[in-house]
Nanobody, 127 residues
Framework: QVQLVESGGGLVQAGGSLRLSCAAS????????MAWFRQAPGKEREFVAA????????YYADSVKGRFTISRDNAKVTVFLQMDSLKVGDTATYFC????????????????????WGQGTQVTVSS
C-alpha cells in the first residue's frame, strides 16, 4: 500500500502564490510518475501537472503552463506544486496521485490511470 498526504492549501487573493506538498510513504511505493489533479465543485477532475520521478521530466495542462511549477524530492519521496499568478478559476480541491510503476507518458493525463490518491487539499482564490 501507498499513502499520500497533501498539505499547503489555503485561501489566497488572485495574483498570489501557494505551494502544495505531497508526501508519499509505503513499502510498495514504486511509481514512475507523481501528479497533481484538481476538481472544482460541479466540474470533472482535471489534470494539472505531472513529473517523472527518474529524470524529472515535467508535464503541464495548458491552463497552468507558465504559472505552476511541479518538482520533486526523491530522497523524501515528496512532490511539490508551486502555484503563482493564481486566478479565481484555479479554485478547487487539489489531489496528489501516483501510479504503480507501469504508467506511460500517453496515459498520464487521465486520472483513471493512477493507482493511489491523497485526500485532497483545498485551494481557494478570491478576487
Amino acid at each position: 500500500q501507498v499513502q499520500l498526504v497533501e498539505s499547503g492549501g489555503g485561501l489566497v487573493q488572485a495574483g498570489g502564490s501557494l505551494r502544495l506538498s505531497c508526501a508519499a510513504s509505503g513499502r510498495d511505493f514504486n511509481s514512475r510518475f507523481m501528479a497533481w489533479f484538481r476538481q472544482a465543485p460541479g466540474k470533472e477532475r482535471e489534470f494539472v501537472a505531472a513529473i517523472m520521478r527518474r529524470g524529472g521530466t515535467t508535464y503541464y495542462a495548458d491552463s497552468v503552463k507558465g504559472r505552476f511549477t511541479i518538482s520533486r524530492d526523491n530522497a523524501k519521496v515528496t512532490v511539490f506544486l508551486q502555484m503563482d499568478s493564481l486566478k479565481v478559476g484555479d479554485t478547487a480541491t487539489y489531489f496528489c496521485a501516483v501510479d504503480n510503476g507501469r504508467m506511460i507518458v500517453s496515459s498520464l493525463w487521465a486520472g483513471r490511470n493512477y493507482d493511489y490518491w491523497g485526500q485532497g487539499t483545498q485551494v481557494t482564490v478570491s478576487s
